[in-house]
């Protein structure tokens, strides 16, 4: 089992940065891939970014490409979500998964990922 606690959103203006944490607890943090993907109203949850158990390797939606970075510490089992240059569009509730049945790649389809957080809302003001 892996339990997964997001916190760090927040309200920020537009142009501004917030930065998301993933703390998990359970099974072995450095053997999975970890994702982070967000939901806003009315729409489908959608793939942000991911990072392999290593960190080597990483992919980012084209959207967010750029301006955010996901990275992980294994020591501290956890996975960050920096944002910058945030837009009114980057609002939504942004949750954090873990797959640990892929070997520790981590990719887009959020079907791939078994366990997921409760989600931590970040809302972009003009």
């Known amino acids: 089992q892996v339990q997964l606690v997001e916190s760090g959103g927040g309200l920020v203006q537009a142009g501004g940065s917030l930065r998301l944490s993933c703390a998990a607890s359970g099974r072995i943090f450095s053997n999975y891939g970890m994702g982070w993907f967000r939901q806003a109203p009315g729409k489908e949850r959608e793939f942000v970014a991911a990072i392999s158990w290593s960190g080597s390797s990483t992919v980012y939606a084209d959207s967010v490409k750029g301006r955010f970075t996901i990275s992980r510490d294994n020591a501290k089992k956890s996975v960050y979500l920096q944002m910058n240059s945030l837009k009114l569009e980057d609002t939504a509730v942004y949750y954090c998964?873990?797959?640990?049945?892929?070997?520790?790649?981590?990719?887009?389809?959020?079907?791939?990922?078994?366990?997921w957080g409760q989600g931590t809302q970040v809302t972009v003001s003009s």
């Open positions: 998964a873990a797959d640990t049945r892929s070997y520790g790649s981590a990719g887009t389809n959020r079907n791939t990922y078994n366990y």
